[in-house]
């Protein structure tokens, strides 16, 4: 192999090579978290989903447009169910160490009563604070930092953190 040929075969593959070893998405399992009623309550139920992704934000970013997607059919079957309302979704995204904030439409506000509001937070929440190193969700709605969110007044103005056990609602 003469060295021009080494060199055009080096300018070919050596990104593709690159992308593949350390750009490429690869297949992740998430944990997403639905709402099912359990002895009379409200409750989160975990849900794991394969998504393609790298990095700790496009697995986020994976995670919480499973979440907005909802059950699927077989597991609506089974009496998993969202607070979230259909229509919402995913504006943006960013990781800030132990922090993700969450930016979504206004379609997040729609509906539901207290504890409807409890449960879409807490979905959002589990779903945020299930990637190691990710310990606080702060929730913008369409850009913006509110104090509170829907006709209830569900306060959002500070990050959430995991509590200790899984919340009835």
Not at 47 to 58: E, N, P
Not at 142 to 158: C, K, L, N, Y
Request: charge should be positive; hydrophobic fraction near 45%.
């Amino acid at each position: 192999m003469t060295r021009r040929t080494l060199l055009a075969f080096l300018l070919i593959l050596g990104p593709a090579l690159i992308w593949y070893l350390f750009i490429r998405p690869i297949p992740t399992e998430v944990t997403i978290y639905f709402t099912r009623v359990q002895d009379g309550e409200a409750t989160l139920a975990p849900v794991t989903r394969l998504v393609l992704a790298r990095s700790v934000g496009t697995r986020l970013r994976g995670a919480y447009e499973a979440l907005l997607a909802g059950p699927s059919a077989g597991e609506r079957a089974l009496g998993l169910t969202t607070e979230i309302p259909a229509g919402t979704r995913l504006r943006g995204l960013a990781v800030a160490g132990e922090m993700v904030v969450v930016d979504l439409t206004a379609d997040v506000e729609r509906g539901g009563g207290s504890s409807s509001m409890l449960g879409r937070v807490w979905q959002i929440v589990f779903t945020g604070t299930q990637i190691s190193g990710v310990s606080r969700v702060r929730i913008l709605i369409d850009g913006e930092a509110r104090e509170s969110m829907g006709g209830e007044g569900m306060p959002i103005e500070e990050p959430f953190t995991r509590p200790p056990s899984i919340p009835r609602f």
